[in-house]
């Protein structure tokens, strides 16, 4: 079972390149891949976290106050990895900048919340929430390892290709743009193979 | 109604709890950072052995926060300085002597443009991804503000940008470039380089000239 | 206290030279959500101006007097997107009594405010530093921010919505269809708002 989640959440549904979520932060940050893995990891701990909490409290929260509810307690969730960031990631709280605050609102989490923790048990809950999490990690990577290779000719701040000098346009907002559309366009191409052959 | 706001008041409370419970925890070592980054700035830019003691002087600006730098006999005196850079406000410190003279000077925050502007803080390293991860790693500084060493902020400093990057000259094109008071700037990065130098001989010498009187 | 050239500096680069959308990837859910046909983006259009505007006078007052003072500033992010939450269901709600005509035409969009990464984002800008004066923002700048990044969010939208209606009529790959060919058109206006970037009025801070 945890095989066929895995590959729901990183493949089929991922957040980012298929159901198109959760893509403010996934621009901003992945410039570098050390970025990138750091918001995808802070962010997959904050949608575990507030997976496991709806789910624990589902049947206690009335219908009608469900998303204020589910903002406090993402929030909390991210409030807390704010603080840790500062304590023990310094230098990368300072690159992601206010991306660390933004996940309060990243859609997969209000998202997820809404849609799978509220309504199962605290276990899946808490399965999907690293799933999803992993699958926005593992976007996050392949579009910062593109735009930090392609456009600073680094990864993980190291200079990679020789005699290359790189395309500062990707890392750049329009390469965000661009490097996503493509990557995109690749994995729609291959489900439509997939399916339609 | 009153379900409704009971449950969505306790779920706050719980969450300030906590929040307040992780703050506790963590705040020392948050204040902590900040004062070690700091430190290891100024490190970055002093003499070797010196001693160092915050102070105040009043300016134009009010009151502004500097370092007094005792290393053996001489004084020297630190600044931070912020002006405007391409994209965004380039924060450097600067230690100079009782004449003016910079001793070290490092950039510490920028938001300038990556690649060209963001050049002010690069430092060269000739090791690529495949050794880079294994291996000691390198100490260099960066040659950008390496290069105003011995630079006079009293007279003003000139931009050369015909001979190439600092980095890349020969000892005695170094020297001349010294004795004329001139720095090298970054190819295409004019209004960064511009931005830092401003920092030092516009804010830095206000400065300067407050402490010495 | 009010500083004009600050203010037109502000308004400038929240439009053109930090457009929230195509050069600080704010908001781009919605921007890509809604942005097919050009009634409803102007209509979204008009809202995230108005929420912004509301929500960067409040969280600025609350923050100025009441986070900084008492030394709460790690209660920010939960303070301020519960502030953001409950003033655009006050909002909903007034305009639903009150100006029925203008909840017609922009309330569906509301309750999608409260979670675009926009709204909270000019509210924790606004408690940076202003880079023009040097010194922190002041209430008149800070709404003046807000109004002004909506504007500019407006603008990518409107030009968007424009560009994909007619977009619908021509030949795009099938791989390509619907949201990647959006992307690149969005990453070719970033490319042309790229031009603004370095553009100043006055020069201030530092000399």
């Avoid at chain 3, 781009?28 to 050009?38: E, I, R, W």
């Amino acid at each position: 079972m945890i095989g066929e989640e895995l590959k729901r959440g990183i493949i089929d549904e991922n957040p980012i390149l298929v159901l198109a979520l959760g893509l403010c932060p996934s621009l901003a940050t992945s410039t570098s891949v050390t970025n990138g893995l750091g918001m995808g990891l802070a962010a997959t701990f904050v949608l575990a976290c507030s997976n496991v909490f709806v789910s624990l409290l589902r049947k206690a929260i009335p219908d009608k106050v469900r998303i204020p509810c589910f903002i406090v307690v993402i929030a909390t969730f991210v409030t807390i990895v704010q603080l840790l960031m500062k304590a023990y990631l310094p230098a990368l709280d300072k690159q992601l900048g206010i991306f660390v605050p933004l996940i309060v609102v990243n859609c997969i989490i209000l998202g997820r919340a809404e849609a799978y923790a509220s309504k199962n048990n605290i276990f899946r809950s808490l399965i999907d929430g690293i799933v999803m999490g992993l699958g926005f990690t593992f976007a996050l990577c392949i579009l910062s390892v593109i735009r930090e290779v392609l456009g600073s000719n680094k990864l993980f701040g190291l200079k990679f290709i020789p005699f290359y000098q790189p395309m500062t346009v990707f890392i750049l907002a329009p390469g965000g743009f661009f490097t996503i559309a493509f990557v995109m366009g690749i994995v729609r191409h291959l489900k439509n193979r997939g399916k339609g052959a | 109604m009153i379900r409704m706001t009971v449950v969505l008041t306790l779920i706050t409370c719980a969450a300030a709890l906590l929040i307040a419970f992780t703050n506790v925890k963590t705040k020392d070592k948050i204040a902590g950072q900040q004062a070690a980054a700091q430190a290891a700035a100024l490190q970055q830019i002093l003499p070797e052995g010196a001693t160092v003691t915050p102070a105040t002087v009043q300016t134009d600006d009010g009151t502004v926060n500097y370092w007094s730098v005792t290393a053996g006999n001489e004084t020297y005196y630190a600044f931070r300085v912020g002006s405007r850079g391409y994209s965004s406000t380039i924060s450097s410190l600067v230690c100079v002597d009782t004449v003016g003279i910079v001793v070290g000077m490092v950039v510490l925050e920028q938001s300038e443009t990556p690649g060209l502007g963001t050049r002010v803080q690069e430092v060269l390293s000739k090791k690529y991804f495949w050794n880079g991860l294994i291996g000691p790693k390198e100490q260099a500084a960066p040659w950008f503000t390496e290069q105003f060493k011995g630079i006079s902020i009293e007279k003003p400093i000139g931009i050369e940008k015909t001979k190439g990057e600092w980095h890349a000259l020969s000892e005695p094109d170094r020297a001349s470039l010294k004795e004329k008071n001139t720095i090298t700037a970054i190819t295409g990065s004019t209004i960064s380089t511009r931005a830092v130098i401003k920092g030092i001989s516009g804010k830095a010498l206000q400065y300067f000239q407050a402490v010495r009187g | 206290m009010i500083n004009p050239v600050s203010l037109i500096e502000i308004s400038v680069g929240a439009v053109f030279i930090n457009n929230f959308v195509l050069s600080r990837f704010l908001g781009l859910c919605p921007f890509f959500g809604v942005s097919k046909k050009l009634s409803s983006a102007a209509g979204m259009g008009g809202a995230v101006i108005f929420v912004m505007a509301i929500a960067s006078s409040f969280t600025w007052v609350i923050n100025h007097y009441i986070l900084v003072k008492y030394d709460l500033l790690y209660l920010q992010t939960i303070v301020f997107i519960l502030v953001i939450a409950g003033l655009v269901q006050l909002v909903e709600m007034a305009l639903q009594k009150y100006s029925p005509a203008l909840y017609e035409a922009l309330g569906i969009f509301l309750p999608l405010i409260t979670t675009n990464c926009a709204v909270l984002g000019v509210a924790l800008l606004n408690t940076g530093v202003n880079q023009i004066t040097g010194k922190d923002y002041t209430f008149i700048e800070s709404v003046f921010n807000g109004v002004m990044s909506g504007v500019g969010f407006s603008l990518a939208l409107i030009l968007m919505a424009g560009i994909r209606e007619k977009l619908e009529f021509a030949p795009v790959g099938k791989a390509l269809e619907g949201l990647p060919i959006a992307f690149i058109t969005a990453g070719l206006m970033a490319l042309a708002f790229l031009g603004f970037a370095g553009l100043n009025f006055f020069l201030t801070v530092g000399g």
